[in-house]
């Protein structure tokens, strides 16, 4: 099939341009794997063309939001790929949402269209969204979106042949934030940045277009959009995990398609460990990416020593395109706190309430610079101004950072714990709990205490099989951290609320009530 060769022009670096790439130099490697569906970079790219024509003979102009309400997939990316290509902006739906929080948040993004799986569709109810269109996982061939991304309107052509005049810093998509403080605000990314990042991420991870991702994050979600843009920006190839798939077919595909890395969070890798990941003397994943600071230091080692995987640990948030920081494992063990070093796109730095760069070891906010951070929310000026200013992105989380340039993330600042004039950071008490045998998980937070303020306040989850009383752990915390830091309740729980990727929801801790037996 032949590749479309767009003219290169500053303004064009973009996901586009990435793709571009990919289907001018490897057209025939294959791009995607999705299902039984497989798709080569020109036929990805033939395809993105298609819609995108598909797209203006419908209305649609610079600027208009294009709503997303699918499983991840071919059709995910291409429906984003042909939005950009025409300046439309995407808008990343969460399905795990609630229907009158998907209303308020098309309420706010306003979009023409919106593409939606069926199985989404009564997620819409009440929801205006526009246009409505039906994508239908299955890529049988004879559905809407197959017979639109089929059918060629007219020669390939740039936007520019259609009259659009794309910005340099035009937007790409909106992904809305979890709303720990509100309202969810629209996080608006420039197309130019999301190929940023992606471009840094391949670069550190020194990925070629012999990459294999197993995509196993949601693309609504910044962790699984940064990955596969990765494989834009080296010509790998992304393989879809099925939204239905077990742990087990997930393992199955790992295998049958030799994939080398992936950021599977320790819900998907801790099953593994009993299924014989390792077949045939092999283990193809060559690249785990967790998350440092996520307390499962047991988990890492065993990935490194059993199966010769690479484990890589890192910092990010949507506002900056995904990870920042990326530090190894053996890395870890000489600084088990810190968050790495940036990618090659990203500055960091500690700023105080004023703005104020501080010297290594002082604590304030980490603050990112660079060009993935993002526009600005959507709609929301006084909260763009806030994150954006003093020339940094001020990501709300406290932490440190050391001579040699490494980060240290201390918490966000609106989990402080304030006990007694003093400050207790949730992660110095959750790293307790990670050394300790007995607990499969544990998270703290801050309650209402009325002699010192607050109280610190673990909820624990025990190993199958183990027993541990608050007493004991009280015992364990002596001499590891400072007595005001120690929990003064303990709640023993089956599991923690947690996030797509496994980060710890503690505002839903913070709510559950505290109760006399609970106190340690």
């Known amino acids: 099939m032949q590749a479309s060769l767009h003219p290169m022009h500053p303004r064009d670096f973009s996901l586009d341009t990435l793709l571009a790439n990919c289907a001018a130099r490897h057209a025939h490697r294959l791009a995607t794997v999705d299902g039984s569906q497989r798709l080569t970079w020109g036929e990805l790219d033939a395809r993105v063309t298609n819609l995108a024509r598909w797209m203006l003979t419908r209305g649609i102009a610079p600027g208009d939001r294009i709503a997303l309400l699918l499983t991840d997939g071919a059709p995910f990316l291409t429906i984003l790929l042909a939005a950009g290509r025409i300046g439309a902006i995407a808008v990343l739906l969460n399905w795990r949402l609630a229907p009158a929080e998907l209303a308020w948040i098309c309420g706010n993004a306003e979009p023409a269209m919106t593409f939606v799986n069926p199985r989404f569709s009564s997620l819409l109810h009440g929801v205006e969204a526009g246009e409505v269109q039906q994508v239908d996982e299955t890529h049988a061939g004879d559905g809407f979106f197959e017979e639109a991304v089929g059918t060629t309107l007219g020669p390939i052509q740039h936007p520019y042949d259609f009259g659009i005049n794309l910005a340099p810093d035009r937007p790409l998509y909106m992904m809305y934030t979890s709303g720990t403080t509100g309202k969810p605000k629209g996080c608006l990314q420039a197309g130019s940045a999301v190929a940023a990042s992606a471009l840094g991420f391949a670069q550190h991870r020194r990925f070629t277009a012999d990459e294999v991702l ?110 920042a920081t990326f530090i190894d494992y053996a890395q870890m063990l000489e600084a088990p706190r810190s968050i790495g070093w940036t990618l090659p796109h990203v500055t960091m730095t500690v700023l105080d309430l004023e703005g104020n760069h501080l010297p290594p070891g002082e604590e304030g906010e980490l603050c990112l610079r660079g060009p993935s951070v993002m526009l600005g929310y959507w709609r929301n000026a006084e909260a763009s101004e806030a994150a954006l200013g003093h020339g940094w992105l001020r990501t709300g989380d406290l932490g440190t950072m050391d001579e040699r340039g490494r980060g240290y993330l201390l918490g966000r600042a609106k989990e402080l714990i304030k006990t007694g004039g003093e400050n207790v950071y949730p992660a110095e008490v959750d790293a307790v709990f990670a050394a300790m045998p007995e607990v499969a998980d544990a998270g703290c937070c801050g309650v209402p205490d009325k002699q010192w303020g607050e109280a610190v306040k673990a909820f624990v989850v025990l190993k199958p099989g183990k027993s541990l009383s608050r007493e004991e752990i009280t015992a364990r915390f002596k001499g590891q951290i400072a007595g005001y830091k120690r929990p003064r309740y303990i709640e023993f729980v089956d599991s923690l609320p947690r996030d797509p990727i496994g980060k710890l929801l503690r505002r839903e801790l913070s709510a559950r009530p505290v109760t006399p037996e609970q106190a340690a």
């Open 214 to 323: 197993l995509s196993v994050n949601p693309l609504f979600h910044v962790v699984g959009m940064q990955q596969v843009a990765a494989m834009l920006a080296c010509g790998g190839t992304s393989v879809f995990a099925g939204r239905d798939d077990d742990n087990a077919a997930i393992l199955d595909l790992l295998h049958r398609e030799g994939c080398t890395t992936t950021s599977a969070f320790p819900t998907i890798c801790f099953p593994w460990q009993g299924m014989e990941p390792i077949r045939d003397g092999v283990m193809p994943l060559t690249n785990y990416t967790g998350g440092a600071g996520m307390g499962r230091p047991q988990m890492y080692e065993f990935i490194e020593r059993e199966w010769d995987a690479r484990v890589v640990g890192g910092y990010g948030q949507t506002e900056i395109c995904g990870f």
